[in-house]
């Protein structure tokens, strides 16, 4: 492995997004060795016996040791206690990075525990599925999906333009902008349609004349394929919604205003601002599929 980006790299959490770099690095060669750590002895055993890691460590301070790269792989709301107990056992010069779709929050919580010498540069790869754990993971993951970095102000550029070279490797398209910008983004385009996916599967089985055994069985594609997400991580959403509360709250208000007006329409029978709408947002989701397509 001549080639590889990094020496060592360390995995802290060996669960989708963890065991899927894993997967990623070693089918592009991306590092010589990787060590990984996660609380649970099942997972850290199943990780070594499926292959992803070279070497796992009960204390993530023996994982991250002379780490040229450290992937935090956690819920956003324990970041900054990683970090702060790595601290101490971080090599000179190497990177720390994350993959928690809140930025801002987690940007607070971590960097002030960073040491001089060492570069911290947030991620956020916008991809996932509904599983967890160590067994559902895959090499394929990341490809062509979006990884967002939110480099600090004071960072080192050369440490950016190196995770924009790792996450490229390990398959995805690279955008840097701001961690405040990014939490928008975030709360749009996953944080939302994961509360409604959440919200709509507790009201269905909350209506009392309708039975979940016909929830289940009468469910057409578009309620399936939409609560899919809602059979993702709690722990990881509970903190994402915590810890991103503003840019949602926000961005839920002008949900609750679009929703009212959908719903005033109803009412009223108003057809022509029903199809309006309707074709408004058709034309959207058909413009995002024409760019996906041009990739």
Known sequence: MADALFEKVALIGLGLIGSSLGHAMKRANIARHIT?????????????????????FENMTDAVSDA??????????????????????????????????????????CARHIPSGVHFVPGHPMAGTEFSGPTSGFAE????????????LDGDPQATKKMTEYWQACG??????????????????????HLIAFNIVGTADDLED???REIIKYAAGGFRDFTRIAASDPTMWRDVFIHNKEAVLEV?????????????AIKEEDGYKLYEQFERTRHIRQNILDDERKK
């Open 252 to 264: 839920l208000g002008r949900f609750n205003e679009d929703l009212a007006s959908l719903a005033k």
């Open 68 to 109: 040229d790269l450290v992937i935090l792989c956690v819920p956003v709301g324990i970041c900054g206690s990683i970090c702060e107990q790595i601290s101490p056992h971080l090599k000179q010069g190497a990177i720390v990075t994350d993959v928690g779709s809140v930025k801002v929050a987690v940007v607070a919580a």
């Open 36 to 56: 990984g750590h996660a609380r649970s002895k099942q997972t850290r055993q199943t990780a070594l016996e499926i292959g992803f890691v070279d070497a796992v």
């Open 141 to 152: 993951l990341f490809d062509n999906r979006w990884c967002l970095l939110t480099p600090l």
């Open 210 to 212: 309708v039975a979940e």
């Open 172 to 193: 995805a398209n690279v955008e840097t902008m701001t961690a405040q910008h990014h939490d928008v983004v975030a709360a749009i385009t996953s944080h939302l349609p």
